[in-house]
Nanobody, 121 residues
Framework: QVQLVESGGGLVQPGGSLRLACAAS????????MGWYRQAPGKQRELVAR???????NYADSVKGRFTISRDNAKNTVYLQMNSLKPEDTAVYYC???????????????WGQGTQVTVSS
């Protein structure tokens, strides 16, 4: 069993910053992909940023230059540094990880419970 726990959400003014963290725990052999998705009311869930095991990243166009994703493989943790936040960034942010286990081998996508980010004056 693998669990993902997000932290760092909250209320921030436009132009402010937040740092999200997601820690994975359990029977983990390797986490290939870790990423952040968000879902605003009335909107579909969308990819915010993703990072592979070797550090390759991709971002949604709407957050490029403002958000930075990083990971600490030793801690099985992924971070999302969010700067210059805008009201349209308001959403529930979900952590996702593609986790490989062995004995037997398996690959499965895990999701965290989500953390609320609200950008408002």
């Amino acid at each position: 069993q693998v669990q993902l726990v997000e932290s760092g959400g909250g209320l921030v003014q436009p132009g402010g910053s937040l740092r999200l963290a997601c820690a994975a725990s359990g029977s983990i052999f390797r986490i290939n992909d870790m990423g952040w998705y968000r879902q605003a009311p009335g909107k579909q869930r969308e990819l915010v940023a993703r990072i592979l095991y070797g550090g390759s990243t991709n971002y949604a166009d709407s957050v490029k230059g403002r958000f930075t994703i990083s990971r600490d493989n030793a801690k099985n943790t992924v971070y999302l540094q969010m700067n210059s936040l805008k009201p349209e960034d308001t959403a529930v942010y979900y952590c996702n990880a593609k986790v490989i286990t062995v004995g037997p081998y398996s690959v499965f996508d895990y999701w965290g419970q989500g953390t609320q980010v609200t950008v408002s004056s």
